[in-house]
């Protein structure tokens, strides 16, 4: 881990004033040249998102069940990315590791809020792909917009419910070690590490983490599971190619949010040894990949949204009076 000056010592009483993060691997002697991918990156990501955000906005024929959970998705890549960008830019301009707790709880409560939320939306996407494809004759009558507004309500009381709570819990907790993080953006299980034994603060992190990225995987694969079955028993494998690429975009966005958290958590409880560094990179894949690769997988992958793209982007032909 790197060593920083003027490092926090233990505290047993109260909270720290400041968090000290870990800059990127290998990086920390020359932090200034990977602020161009970093700049890029996050202006790919709004790009893309700010797109598919465009697109179904304006276009009425894409205001359904599917596209509007989409526009959810891209709402909280957005703000993903725009949460996990002060620390790492600080990093990187001016190799600032210091940083007020304040400011670290605040970091941690967007960078949360929007991940509950992307996975919460990618929850219910997998919903919306069994529905239209386990039950396709029932599907409007069970998905309907009054059915959505609920389920919008319930992504956005698990979102504050969950996480409204841990600021306040982790600002009071009593720290036993050195307010070192792991990472270059503040974490709540990455803060609640360093709190001393029992502290609830440290508890309320682990239910928080479970009921969200444990719960969630699950249900998804369970949704996959039964749509899996019900492919099997279409007639031809043209109707199971067609059924199965309306899950393509979705299934990919799955695997590239949740795959390097699995990872981590296996690395974690297996105790592989691998190096600090790859360690760190997977959590950057976790949350700076899926708000760039996402809005690509869906331009692709969804014909509709490709074409509605395709079609804004060209120039209107305008008549010439003769």
């Not at 990127?24 to 990501?45: D, E, F, H, N, R």
């Not at 893309?48 to 955000?53: E, P």
């Not at 996407?125 to 998905?143: E, G, K, Q």
């Amino acid at each position: 881990m790197s060593t920083f000056p003027n490092q926090a010592a233990p505290n047993n009483t109260s909270m720290a004033p400041t968090f000290l993060l870990v800059g990127m691997p290998g990086l920390s002697a020359a932090p200034s040249w990977w602020t161009i991918p970093l700049i890029t990156m996050y202006l790919l990501s709004a790009l893309g998102n700010g797109t598919i955000l465009w697109i179904i906005a304006l276009d009425s024929t894409l205001h359904r069940p599917m596209y509007f959970f989409l526009f959810l998705l891209s709402v909280s890549d957005v703000g993903l990315a725009t949460a996990l960008m002060p620390t790492l830019l600080g990093l990187a301009f001016a190799g600032v590791h210091a940083v007020p707790a304040s400011a670290c709880l605040l970091q941690m409560f967007f960078v949360h809020i929007f991940s509950v939320m992307e996975s919460s939306v990618l929850l219910a996407m997998a919903l919306d792909r069994a529905l239209a494809i386990c039950r396709p004759l029932h599907y409007p009558t069970l998905l309907t917009n009054d059915v959505i507004s609920k389920i919008c309500l319930a992504i956005a009381f698990r979102c504050l419910g969950l996480h409204l709570p841990l600021p306040f819990l982790l600002a009071h907790m009593p720290y036993c070690l050195p307010q070192v993080l792991a990472y270059s953006y503040c974490l709540h299980p990455d803060i609640a590490h360093l709190a001393c034994p029992g502290a609830w603060g440290t508890i309320y992190s682990l239910f928080v983490v479970l009921s969200v990225m444990g719960l969630d995987p699950l249900l998804i694969f369970f949704s996959y599971g039964l749509i899996g079955r019900v492919l099997q028993g279409l007639g031809s494998s043209e109707d199971r190619w067609k059924a199965g690429q309306t899950c393509a975009a979705h299934l990919s966005a799955v695997l590239l949010f949740y795959m390097p958290m699995i990872l981590l958590a296996l690395i974690d409880h297996l105790r592989v040894p691998i190096p600090q560094p790859a360690h760190t990179l997977l959590s950057y894949v976790h949350f700076l990949f899926p708000p760039l690769i996402n809005p690509i997988l869906y331009s692709v992958k969804m014909k509709e949204i490709r074409e509605r793209i395709v079609k804004r982007l060209q120039p209107r032909k305008v008549g010439c009076a003769q």
